[in-house]
């Protein structure tokens, strides 16, 4: 069958967004993810490979079971990892040092990790944000500043600065509002936020940020304004700026340390069980700071948070048309193309093969009436269309769900589509 070239009006490339919506409950040091439960039995572990709350990044060792085939014996599973040999490219792991990497390996050696990979949400606490280690020089006595201790919060001024321009409480330091505020010695509540929970970026005006105490809501911030600040619409200070919301990078930054609802909701909120009334620089408590139960009492489970927002995802989308005109495409390699029962050679010997030229088409041509079959008529069905380079070099097969009859004197386009 000849080849037939994509006009100009046959290709069409277009940007598709969406906006996933994303949903994290965090209670008793636990994360849910889009309200998905738990998941119970023998061989949970072995289908669900990685905890709730997170999303496994690449799905490795899902369902990897292994039956040995010994009554009695359990099932076990065999975990795929990765490894690298120690060559001269030096190739290595992050978590491998240089120095351990050229001392306790030598060449031929094989460095091994392991998978699956997952992401989920990160609180930080930060009691000081801006807080420095101190050096005491061993001769002299003299104190001097050492190194951040919160790296995190030190990589991202650089950002909130830069975003100043949108809203004023993005700033590290401002006299705004009196009296002002240098966030390096504020107490400052980090919420680390994959970006394969949404995608190139978060929608402005997505983020709801939403304190319950005892199961009874106490709060609740949103970003009305779509600036990136979060303000209480639920609580006893209405209107009140408690945070911001870097949209590209994934952080929610949040300072509000006014208390939320009376002087009795005093729960133990902090890693070292210390108690105090619910407040947004307590938000999010347990989700992988270290805060449980164990370590802050048992009544840690008064608490409960709900974190939502949408996403941005831009996906690159290529349509393509594929034209069957009326008098083309009329020709199929299936065998049951051609009449059963027919001599399909002619000729043949050593130098001679010739097919024969009198073969039938089969007539496919339904008819309503039994034992009648209607006049011939040339018709196929197209399963498949395949797609070429300028080389002709096959370069994809687009296969219909279900093979579309096309007739002689009919026009036939099929539409297909193409994420890259």
């Not at 349509?319 to 029962?341: C, D, I, Q, W």
């Amino acid at each position: 069958m000849s080849l037939k070239k994509f006009s100009d009006k046959d290709i069409i490339q277009n940007t598709m967004r969406s906006a996933p919506e994303s949903r994290f409950l965090i209670f008793d040091g636990h994360i849910y993810y889009n309200n998905e439960p738990a998941q119970s039995g023998a061989v949970a572990p072995l289908v669900r490979v990685v905890p709730t709350g997170h999303i496994s990044l690449y799905e490795y060792n899902i369902d990897r079971i292994v039956n040995t085939g010994i009554a009695g014996e359990p099932t076990t599973a065999t975990s795929i990892y990765p490894f690298i040999t120690k060559q001269s490219a030096h190739a290595s792991f992050r978590t491998a040092t240089a120095t351990s990497y050229s001392n306790e390996f030598v060449y031929g050696d094989i460095l091994t990790s392991s998978y699956p990979m997952s992401a989920s949400i990160t609180r930080e606490y930060f009691a000081t944000a801006g807080q420095r280690d101190t050096v005491v020089n061993a001769a002299t006595g003299e104190v001097t500043q050492g190194a951040p201790l919160n790296l995190h919060y030190w990589a991202l001024k650089n950002r909130l600065d830069f975003y100043g321009t949108r809203s004023e409480h993005y700033r590290v330091s401002s006299s705004f509002t009196q009296p002002g505020w240098n966030k390096d010695e504020q107490t400052i509540n980090l919420i680390s936020i994959p970006s394969i929970f949404f995608g190139s970026k978060i929608k402005p005006g997505s983020m709801s940020l939403k304190w319950y105490f005892t199961g009874s809501l106490v709060g609740e911030l949103q970003d009305t304004k779509q600036n990136g600040e979060l303000i209480e619409t639920t609580g006893v200070n209405s209107g009140a700026i408690a945070g911001v919301v870097l949209y590209d990078e994934g952080f929610v930054m949040l300072t509000g340390s006014w208390a939320l609802g009376d002087p009795a909701k005093a729960i133990p909120i902090k890693a070292d069980g210390t108690s105090d009334r619910p407040k947004w620089i307590y938000f999010g408590a347990g989700a992988q700071d270290g805060v449980t139960t164990t370590t802050a009492g048992a009544n840690f489970v008064s608490a409960s948070f709900e974190m939502s927002f949408k996403g941005q995802t831009d996906t690159q989308v290529v349509t393509m048309f594929a034209h069957a005109k009326r008098g083309e495409v009329n020709y199929s390699n299936n065998p049951s193309y051609l009449k059963h029962g027919q001599t399909n050679i002619s000729l043949t010997s050593s130098s001679v093969y010739e097919e024969n030229p009198n073969r039938l088409i089969a007539n496919v041509v339904t008819s309503s009436y039994q034992g009648f079959d209607n006049d011939f008529e040339r018709q196929v069905y197209i399963s498949r269309v395949a797609i070429y380079d300028d080389n002709k070099n096959l370069i994809g097969i687009a296969t219909l769900s279900s093979p579309v009859l096309k007739k002689e004197a009919e026009d036939l386009t099929i539409k297909m589509k193409l994420d890259i």
